[in-house]
């Protein structure tokens, strides 16, 4: 294997990156260190040295057990090195710090009191099982690698109804003034004088899902506010949003000590990443997406892509430059495909959910004007666009309401639809069949569906939902092909589990939850460092490969572009 860059994609012989993103490559991280899975961290000083404490809160696997180390760790803030270590299996709700004893809120039974230095662990109240917390009649959207959907939420009684209502407050002295910061779980946040509630900045809300079971961490004049995959930076005076702190692949915590800044959150393979930050360091990351890359496709001589943030970027196929984000959704957007007008590459886009904004809308941009090529087209998918294929002049979209729809892009005009009961997690247009795959709760099946006609083949019916290429299915680690006739062939990508597929004619791109990537049936093989959430193979071969907050493009014919 041989490495390439700074991002440390490592690849096999015969293969070059043509070009990687830079996006998580951040000046201001001064210091790192792969910790035991965490995501509450607190800090503070103890015998003269400054100290940060780290813990796992409540992470069950899919299969229904604890999958990491819960112990509570105490760390040398400067060097990292551990000092303390709580070997108990604490699922943390929170932490706090007063010199060597640390309280944790647990969810999993009374809450503890350990003074480290001692060693002696104190529980408050009984050890009997906690009471259930109350459940709050209101919806959210979960979004994760193995699927989508609703679920009540569950919250403590003190926890408000409502997207609006408050989840995480701070208190400050800002510019000699007292000051009240909150953020309610639709990601707003409010800057208000504490003693006459009079605002001092307008309402501004978070380009990611806000961390409610986080705590809010305050820098200077600089507001940290935990998010999924990256902390987000609100400048307080000026309301300016400073560039994200990332590398994670699950929920960020922060924490800061005076002019210490410190996060923590899991990595690759599992692993937890503990960082700390200079916010003074000016050399911030490369133009790219603030958040999530969660869609990439090759349009052209372009590969466009779709993030978090809600916006849409055009990378040069051939060497990465990036344009202007392009910028419309209300919500992050999930899903991209490409079509040829007339002679011009247009890109349709899809999306929904961020912290409580539904985007309900197609939308279809010229990649060299970078500006919408028409109205936007109502999808209807009720609140998330999850994929979407392309055929022609078509594009076939699916969402989290269960229907797959077809539309003709020149005029906008829908003229077929398929309903089904779960959310459509796989999408991919044949020359005459749609491949559908949803979720299944319920063993609803895979199917090849004719627009048409309307006929529909069932193909199988898998215990966990699925993920399509060509005629091509996806469960776990296992790739299945499939004819026409309704039999299929399993082919054998390894032993961790699949997180994106692409297929182009016999050519089939796997990415897997270990990091790597495969070419079905070649030599490729690559090493990144956060799984991919997304492929595309172009019609010359090349592979584009979305992962963390960055797009990569690997070659077989091509020299590379990174050092």
Same mark, same amino acid.
Not at 49 to 74: C, E, K, S
Not at 399 to 421: C, F, I, K, P, Y
Not at 550 to 558: G, L, M, P, T
């Given at each position: 294997m041989q490495t390439t860059g700074s991002r440390r994609i490592e690849h096999s012989a015969g293969w070059r990156v043509r070009w990687a993103s830079q996006a998580d490559v951040d000046g201001r991280r001064v210091a790192s260190? @792969?910790?035991?899975?965490?995501?509450?961290? +607190?800090?503070?000083?103890?015998?003269?040295?400054?100290?940060?404490?780290?813990?796992?809160?409540?992470?069950?696997?899919?299969?229904?057990?604890? !999958?990491?180390? $819960?112990?509570? /760790?105490?760390?040398?803030?400067?060097?990292?090195?551990?000092?303390?270590?709580?070997?108990?299996?604490?699922?943390?709700e929170s932490l706090a710090l007063a010199g060597s004893a640390v309280t944790i809120g647990a969810f999993n039974g009374p809450d503890l009191l350990w003074d480290f230095a001692t060693g002696e662990v104190t529980r408050a109240g009984a050890a009997d099982e906690p009471a259930m917390p109350e459940i709050v009649e209101f919806e959210l959207d979960l979004d994760d690698d193995f699927g989508y959907g609703k679920v009540a939420y569950l919250s403590d009684a003190d926890r408000k109804r409502g997207e609006a209502a408050v989840a995480l407050s701070t208190s400050l002295l800002l510019a000699g003034r007292s000051t009240e910061v909150t953020v309610r779980f639709d990601g707003t946040i409010g800057v208000h004088d504490g003693e006459t509630g009079e605002s001092l900045l307008p309402a501004t809300r978070l380009t990611s899902r806000l961390n409610s079971l986080g705590s809010l961490a305050v820098a200077g004049t600089r507001l940290l506010v935990p998010t999924e995959y990256q902390v987000e930076v609100l400048d307080l005076l @000026?309301?300016? %949003?400073?560039?994200?702190?990332?590398?994670?692949?699950? %929920?960020?915590?922060v924490a800061a000590h005076g002019s210490l800044v410190f996060t923590c959150g899991q990595?690759?393979?599992?692993?937890?990443?503990?960082?700390?930050?200079?916010?003074?360091?000016? /050399?911030?990351?490369?133009?790219? !997406?603030?958040?999530?890359?969660?869609?990439?496709a090759f349009a052209g001589d372009y590969v466009v892509t779709g993030g978090d943030e809600g916006t849409v970027r055009r990378w040069a196929a051939t060497d990465g430059t990036a344009a202007e984000p392009m910028a419309g959704h209300t919500g992050r957007v999930l899903a991209v495909t490409a079509v040829e007008v007339d002679g011009k590459t247009i890109a349709v886009t899809g999306g929904g959910d961020v912290n409580g904004g539904p985007d309900e809308t197609l939308r279809r941009w010229d990649l060299e004007t970078l500006t919408q090529w028409a109205l936007p087209m109502v999808a209807g998918h009720g609140g998330e666009t999850? +994929?979407?294929?392309?055929?022609?002049?078509?594009?076939?979209?699916?969402?989290?309401?269960?229907?797959?729809?077809?539309?003709?892009?020149?005029?906008?005009? !829908?003229?077929?639809? !398929? /309903?089904?009961?779960?959310p459509v997690v796989g999408l991919v247009a044949g020359t005459d069949r749609v491949l559908i795959s949803r979720m299944v709760y319920e063993r609803e099946p895979t199917i090849l569906w004719q627009p048409e006609t309307g006929e529909v083949t069932a193909l199988e019916r898998p215990l966990q939902h699925v993920a399509a290429g060509m005629h091509v299915t996806m469960r776990f680690n296992e790739v299945t092909v499939w004819q026409h006739d309704g039999t299929g062939q399993v082919v054998d990508c390894g032993e961790s589990e699949i997180t994106a597929i692409a297929v182009l004619g016999t050519e089939i791109a796997v990415a897997r939850l270990d990091g790597s990537v495969r070419l079905v049936g070649s030599e490729l093989e690559l090493e990144?460092? $956060?799984?991919?959430?997304?492929?595309?193979?172009?019609?010359?071969?090349?592979?584009?490969?979305?992962?963390?907050?960055?797009?990569?493009?690997?070659?077989?014919?091509?020299?590379?572009?990174?050092g």
């Open positions: 260190a @792969t910790i035991s899975t965490a995501d509450r961290i +607190v800090c503070g000083d103890w015998a003269g040295r400054p100290i940060v404490v780290t813990a796992l809160g409540y992470d069950i696997g899919h299969d229904g057990n604890p !999958h990491a180390d $819960y112990t509570v /760790q105490v760390r040398d803030a400067m060097t990292f090195e551990l000092l303390h270590t709580l070997s108990e299996t604490v699922f943390a @000026t309301g300016e %949003w400073l560039a994200p702190l990332r590398g994670f692949t699950s %929920w960020a915590a990595g690759r393979f599992g692993a937890g990443v503990l960082c700390r930050w200079d916010l003074d360091n000016h /050399q911030v990351p490369a133009p790219g !997406h603030l958040g999530r890359v969660n869609a990439v999850m +994929v979407l294929a392309s055929r022609g002049r078509f594009v076939f979209s699916g969402g989290n309401g269960g229907r797959v729809s077809m539309w003709d892009v020149v005029t906008g005009e !829908h003229l077929a639809s !398929h /309903q089904g009961n779960y990144l460092p $956060y799984p991919a959430r997304a492929l595309a193979i172009s019609p010359a071969g090349d592979i584009a490969v979305a992962f963390g907050s960055d797009v990569a493009v690997i070659s077989r014919n091509h020299p590379s572009n990174v």
